[in-house]
């Protein structure tokens, strides 16, 4: 029984990864741009639903579009004012503007609100549903069954609509995309504010259930990248997998080991994906 | 024999950009390799210099089965080659960029130096050793990849469409820098679109279509043939030049 | 050329003599900070600015090489300065596991798995009761002799450092004319280019690593050294991999002075936002950080060392 109590959390936590990941995945197959401040999108969005819930007093239905809104625009300009001019620079060029990105929204939030951890009240979405001796925490339920939907509704979005096949154009071959009539930069803004409200709603979702604090954003990355080196880079399916897979494994080795371990877990395994799996578990070779 | 490859085959997820293509080469010859565009001439040649793993076939080189070999080991062995879209070192001075080729043989930076220093001259960079690669247009760079693989001292040495792009006064420099490499003892094949630099340059021409071999022999006769006309012509009716 | 020599002699002089005339402690404290931080990105440069493969990771080196003093004091109450070379030891098994998997792939990969394996590193750490656990490590309280090297002015331990610090410059200068700097180079400047020309990459670039790694640890030793104390943060922490990065990066990547430059700003920048700001508690310094690495990346990639380039060459053209 504790076996299926712990894998259920596992994949409501990790459906919440897939979709952290997901963003990061889009952005890096789009342009090959890995997003070292993607966990520092997601603690900004966590900021962004403890200060809609403490001042204007609002729940999920709201706060959850409000951070994925926000942080689509954070993406947006964030492409624009910098990584358009990076992209094609250095390696060094690329790797250092998210990576101070990251490091300035981080300190600022810890600048305005200290390294005090804060969450959102408890009540939020509070309960606990019981089925058969199975116990899941309904804002855990919530946060698990809205990012599985919105991973999948991702996925289709890209696989299905005309919008999606644009993106995947640009994505392809940024010159045959130009020669068919699609101006890549709007594309690529696209998929920088897509990449970034995914961790957007993803914050918001975590904190329904897990501490805030400027510095929880950097287990999440690399959490993303372990996500997204497992499922293969630039495929939704993939982070939808792997972080399912992350979540459980998390989940049992937090029991099995203890909670201390759990990172080491995670990121060790990330780091035998490298070594024997460079291309993603699920990638192709 | 220089150099023999057989039945390579390169796809590209289900499509065969090389299709069982066959080459074979004498020490001392100058090999034009010709077909219209998307022939895969490039890919080919990646084959060959082990920048892409045949997905089948055989490579012997100077008598070492180097099919799945590296490119530095290529490079050690004495293949060396250019690229269609240059890829030179853009940071790095001339000279630099060629002395990482010289580096191969002359382990010491000043012989190194010394041996950059006269392939600079030979191919006629010499006036910009010390400018930035970066600062060189499109023939520079070119001219400088030449350097920089004969700086490695080859036996063989691929190029692709060095001489694309140049006019009539420049081709002719090049056509004359291509037959003093050759008068040093070095092997060819090169990849053109002007026939002219093919039928003065090769003693023997190979006509690639859709992956193979479709026709080789003495240039003059080749460019003549049926099928080679009409692997050109079709193309050229079915895709117009943008 | 001539002027430049005068200058450097001028230079080295003040570099040497000032402590005899200024006696702030305070002063004479960032210096030492100054020249280590030095060392540090200088070490970092040989592999991210030279070869182009951007750690953010190298805490882990930093870390090992701290750890390596202080735990052969506590735990076979050896003097800190013995336990240096088994941290350098440790650094490069370090690098050698993290390095040989990552450098196969793509520049990013690398940066990647260096941010894991220090992450990793430091949760072990944190678990590890010989090595302190979270709690850290201590240096002797009080010099049991002079090869506990424990000095109460921050003077001696500004020279020693000044010596690695010269050492590692020569190691630097050599690299740049050789064989290895010109191949590092040719790797940052395209991968597959350098392949065809006989590169051997992965064992250029492991080759780098290692000896980054090795004067990293070795910067790290000395911090233990000085400071008598590290916990799983000041060791393995992001925030010292990054000021690396940012160091290197500010004074300008791949080139021999840019990191020293680099030092000279920042760590005097660090001391006064601290100061300003009311500690490093706040965060501010590290805005400011970011917010240089932003920029840097942004409008000058090559650091200052491009910038004085471009206007050396406006000056030449105005000049001709
Ligand atoms: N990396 C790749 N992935 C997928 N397809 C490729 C790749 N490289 C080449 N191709 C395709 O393989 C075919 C052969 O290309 P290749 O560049 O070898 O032709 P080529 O004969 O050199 O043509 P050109 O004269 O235009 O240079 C083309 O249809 C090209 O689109
Ligand atoms: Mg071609």
Redesign the interface.
């Known amino acids: 029984m504790i076996l299926v109590q712990l894998v259920t959390d596992g994949l409501l936590v990790g459906a919440v990864y897939a979709l952290l990941s997901s963003g990061l995945t889009l952005i890096w197959g789009m342009m090959n741009v890995v997003n070292f401040a993607h966990g520092d999108f997601v603690m900004l969005a966590m900021y962004v639903a403890f200060i809609a819930v403490t001042t204007l007093a609002i729940g999920p239905a709201l706060f959850v579009p409000l951070a994925a809104l926000v942080l689509f625009g954070v993406g947006v300009v964030v492409y624009y004012a910098l990584i358009r001019n990076v992209m094609r620079g250095p390696m060094l060029a690329q790797i250092l503007s998210t990576f101070g990105l990251g490091l300035v929204l981080r300190y600022a939030m810890f600048w305005v609100f200290s390294a005090n951890f804060v969450s959102l009240p408890d009540t939020l979405v509070g309960g606990v549903l019981s089925v058969d001796g199975l116990r899941l925490q309904y804002s855990r339920l919530l946060a698990g069954v809205v990012a599985l939907l919105l991973t999948a509704a991702l996925h289709l979005m890209l696989t299905r609509t005309a919008l999606g096949s644009r993106l995947l154009a640009v994505a392809e071959d940024r010159t045959a995309a130009m020669l068919v009539g699609i101006r890549p930069d709007p594309m690529q803004a696209l998929a920088w504010g897509i990449g970034a409200a995914c961790a957007g709603v993803a914050g918001a979702l975590i904190a329904l259930f897990f501490y805030i604090s400027p510095l929880v954003g950097d287990s999440l990355v690399l959490i993303a990248f372990v996500t997204v080196c497992l499922g293969g880079f630039g495929s939704v399916p993939g982070a939808l997998f792997a972080g399912l897979a992350i979540g459980v494994i998390e989940s049992l080795s937090s029991w099995f080991i203890g909670a201390a371990w759990k990172d080491v877990v995670v990121y060790g395994l990330f780091l035998l994906a490298l070594w024997v799996r460079p291309q993603g578990l699920l990638g192709k070779s | 024999m220089l150099l023999e490859a057989q039945g390579i085959v390169k796809l590209f997820g289900g499509f065969r950009a090389v299709d069982g293509a066959d080459l074979s080469l004498n020490r001392g010859e100058i090999v034009g390799l010709i077909g219209p565009n998307g022939a895969g001439k490039s890919t080919f040649f990646n084959c060959l ?1 082990g ?1 892409l793993r045949p997905n089948a076939g055989r490579i012997v080189f100077d008598g070492h089965d180097l099919t799945l070999a ?3 080991a ?3 062995r004495g293949l ?2 250019t ?1 269609q879209v240059p ?6 001075a001339v000279r ?2 060629v ?3 010289a ?2 043989r002359h ?1 010491q ?1 000043r012989a ?1 130096r010394r041996k950059a220093d006269e392939v600079l001259e030979f191919t006629g960079l010499a006036a910009q050793a010390d400018a930035p690669a970066g600062s060189l247009g499109t023939l520079g760079r070119k001219r400088l990849e030449i350097a ?2 004969l ?2 001292e080859p036996s063989l040495l691929l190029l692709d469409e060095a001489l694309a792009g140049l006019n009539a006064t420049e081709t002719q420099v090049a056509i004359d820098l291509v037959r003093g490499i050759h008068a040093r003892g070095v092997t060819l094949i090169i990849v053109e679109h002007v026939m002219s630099v093919i039928l003065s340059l090769a003693q023997r021409a190979v006509v690639f279509n859709q992956g193979h071999v479709i026709a080789a022999g003495a240039p003059q006769a080749v460019i003549e043939d049926e099928a080679v006309i009409e692997a050109y012509l079709g193309k050229r009716f079915r895709r117009p030049v943008p | 050329m001539k002027k430049r020599h005068l200058l450097f002699v001028v230079l080295g002089i003040l570099v040497l003599a000032w402590p005899l005339v200024l006696h702030g402690v305070f002063i004479q404290h960032v210096a030492a900070l100054l020249v280590l931080a030095a060392i540090s990105a200088s070490a970092w440069n040989i592999v991210g600015g030279y070869g182009g493969q951007v750690s953010i990771g190298h805490a882990m080196f930093f870390g090992a090489g701290a750890y390596g003093a202080l735990a052969a004091y506590t735990d076979f109450g050896w003097p800190p300065v013995a336990g240096v070379p088994l941290g350098i030891i440790a650094a490069l098994l370090i690098a050698v596991l993290v390095g040989l998997p990552t450098f196969r792939l793509q520049g990013h990969y690398f940066s990647m798995a260096t941010i894991a394996a220090v992450e990793l590193l430091r949760i072990l750490l944190s678990n590890v009761s010989v090595l302190g656990a979270s709690v850290g490590l201590m240096g002797p309280a009080r010099p049991r002799g002079l090869a506990d090297l424990s000095f109460r002015s921050p003077v001696p331990y500004y020279y020693l450092f000044l010596a690695v610090l010269a050492l590692l410059l020569v190691v630097t200068a050599w690299m740049e004319r050789s064989r290895l700097g010109f191949y590092l180079r040719a790797i940052r400047g395209g991968e597959r280019g350098a392949r065809s020309l006989g590169v051997p990459v992965v064992r250029t670039k492991l080759i780098a690593l290692m000896i980054s790694a090795g004067f990293t640890a070795l910067a790290g030793g000395l911090y233990a050294l000085m400071v008598g104390f590290i916990d799983p943060e000041s060791g393995f922490g992001l925030l010292i991999s990054v000021k690396m990065v940012i160091i290197a990066a500010l004074g300008g990547a791949g080139t021999l002075w840019g990191p020293l430059v680099g030092a000279a700003i920042l760590i005097p920048l660090e001391e006064s936002t601290n100061a300003l700001f009311g500690g490093s508690g706040t965060g501010a310094t590290y805005v400011v950080y970011g917010a240089i690495i932003v920029l840097i990346s942004r409008f000058l990639p090559g650091g200052i060392a491009e910038l004085v380039q471009l206007l050396s060459v406006k000056a030449r053209r105005r000049a001709a």
């Open positions: 210099a920048d590296t490119p530095e290529h490079a050690r060396a080659r690229w890829v030179v070192f853009a940071e790095m630099d960029n002395m990482v080729g580096f191969l382990p930076a190194a920089r693989a700086a490695t």
